[in-house]
């Protein structure tokens, strides 16, 4: 990963300054992680602290890190099955304690943002996106397929998640959003403003090829259901196109009853194979409505357009008619429309690596310091206005 260079580090500028990560959860690794790993390397040595770590889940890297835990890494089956302890987050992170700490930095796509924060320090919220089981329930509830039961049981909770979630974000000092979606997530329902930092792409890994594309489209991540790779599937089998499919999860199952014989499923696949699957590909297809999505801009980077659905992350990341093209609604029929006429010669490889970059893990931790830079002097010059107003008050 590339560092900043020619700029003092943070940690040059303040060398007195404590710095403490907090994550939601660590037993699974997706692009939360992948911010998270950016955080590390841009923070050596800060602490992590997280509600629960199921080390074997992990890579074994993190097994180097400070990772410190709540009374939720006691409970049995919480690295299997965290979904089921979703009413003790919110305890268990109130529960955190920061006594001591000058910056903390939070990773937020649940409730890490709830963590008491010390009256000196900052408190900067990487924002993933606000809450999405409690401020989305009902596309998850419809999306899940929830039995009716459960969803009465749950609806008061969801209600009191809200409220808590509302206030927790009161009480963060700036807020960084992932993307125009996720921004205007928090102004809807958080009430705040704040500032735009994609997350790092590791544009390196990816390099087009300089071949003409191949005879397949691609698509893949995470098989869970609401990444909506069943249009995909179904969309690219109903028009007997080539698809390979890369990943796994818990809709692989659903996935290849739907699939006709032009749809091809790799499972798990090392670097080096996406790199060649991205750089072959006619289109990366990418049908979910995502907070923000790295896998296109990856496919972007290995110099091959995207198909993705107009909504979320995409509108932030693909240029219709330049890197890709966008589907207005997420149906197999709006999916067919665009693919039928899709030519993958009219786009530029160069075009899609030079959109790719703008996402760098370069970039990100460069706007990353300078926003952590510049809160950090509002917040002490701030602190000695305060200061000096009490001082002319009067004695102590």
Known sequence: MCAVEKEPSLFE????????????????????????????????GAPIFTSMYGADRMPAGYRSWDIRTTFMQRLPGVTTH?????????????????????????????????VPVPEDAVHICYCLTPTRFVWQYENYRQREALPPALDIVLKPLIAFLRRWDYAAAQRVHHFIA??????????????????????????SRFRPS?????????????????????LAVRACSALGLKLLVYGD??????????????????????????????????AFIFPGLEDFGIAPLEAQAAGRPVIAFRGGGALDTVIPGQTGEFFTEQS?????AVLERFDPAAYDPQLCRQNAERFSSARFEKELLAFVAGCLAGHRGARQTLDGSRGQAGPK
């Open 210 to 230: 300089g071949e003409p594309p191949g005879d397949y489209f691609l698509a893949g991540g995470r098989l869970i259901p609401y990444k909506r790779l069943d």
């Open 82 to 114: 965290h979904q089921a302890y979703l009413p003790l987050y919110p305890l268990a992170f109130r529960q955190v304690d920061l006594r001591g700490y000058d910056l903390v930095l939070s990773n937020k796509s649940a409730f890490c943002h709830g």
């Open 178 to 203: 992932i993307s125009s979606e996720v921004q205007a997530r928090i102004r809807r329902f958080y009430g705040r403003e704040s500032t735009v930092i994609y997350p790092p792409v590791d544009v």
């Open 332 to 336: 197999v029929e709006a999916l067919q």
């Open 13 to 44: 500028s303040h060398p007195e300054l404590r710095v403490a990560l907090v994550h939601d959860w660590l037993n699974q690794v997706g692009g939360a992680e992948n911010v998270l790993e950016a955080l590390v390397r841009l923070f050596p």
């Open 249 to 282: 999860g818990r809709d692989r199952s659903a996935l290849e009853r739907l699939a006709g014989p032009t749809v091809t499923f790799l499972g798990r696949v090392g670097w080096d194979r996406l790199a060649q699957l991205y750089a072959g590909a006619r």
